[in-house]
C-alpha cells in the first residue's frame, strides 16, 4: 500500500510539473536582428519595468536594447493554448496597437502586429521602425 501512494504522489508532482511548463506566455523573447524584446507574464499579470515601478503590475512590455523607451502590454487574452492577443500603448500613451504573439512548436515565437500605430523606438536621434511581423527567440 505504501509503495503504491508513493506511486501516486511522485505521479502526482510529475503531473504539476508539466502543467507548470505549458505558460508559453511567461517568458523573456528576443530578436536580435532588430535588438528588441519582450518580457511578458500573461498570466499572472505581475511584471513591473525597471525604473518604473510607479506603474505596478502589468501584463509585461516591448523594449528595445539600443533605447529607454518602452511599449507596455496594457491588456492580453491568451486565444489558444500557443496564440495570444495583446493590445500595446507606448510609455507617453500617445500611441497604441494590438498584435497577436504565436509560440511556435520549434520554440520560436511570431509576432505579428494586427492594428493601429507602429511599433518603433528611438535610436541615435532617429526612429527605428519594427516590421509588422518578427521573429523571436527565447532570451538566455
Not at 536582428?33 to 519582450?38: A, V
Amino acid at each position: 500500500m505504501r509503495k503504491l501512494l508513493s506511486l501516486f504522489v511522485v505521479c502526482l508532482v510529475s503531473a504539476l510539473a508539466v502543467a507548470q511548463e505549458a505558460r508559453p506566455f511567461d517568458v523573456e523573447i528576443k530578436n536580435d536582428e532588430h535588438k528588441i524584446y519582450i518580457k511578458m507574464n500573461l498570466y499572472d499579470k505581475d511584471v513591473t519595468v525597471a525604473g518604473q515601478d510607479v506603474l505596478g503590475q502589468m501584463d509585461g512590455y516591448i523594449g528595445s536594447t539600443q533605447s529607454t523607451g518602452k511599449w507596455f502590454i496594457v491588456a492580453s487574452r491568451v486565444v489558444k493554448e500557443d496564440e495570444a492577443e495583446v493590445e500595446v500603448v507606448n510609455d507617453y500613451g500617445s500611441e497604441e496597437f494590438t498584435a497577436t504573439i504565436k509560440a511556435n512548436a520549434d520554440g520560436t515565437y511570431t509576432y505579428n502586429k494586427k492594428g493601429g500605430s507602429t511599433l518603433k523606438f528611438a535610436v541615435k536621434g532617429k526612429w527605428q521602425k519594427i516590421p509588422g511581423k518578427v521573429e523571436m527567440v527565447k532570451k538566455k
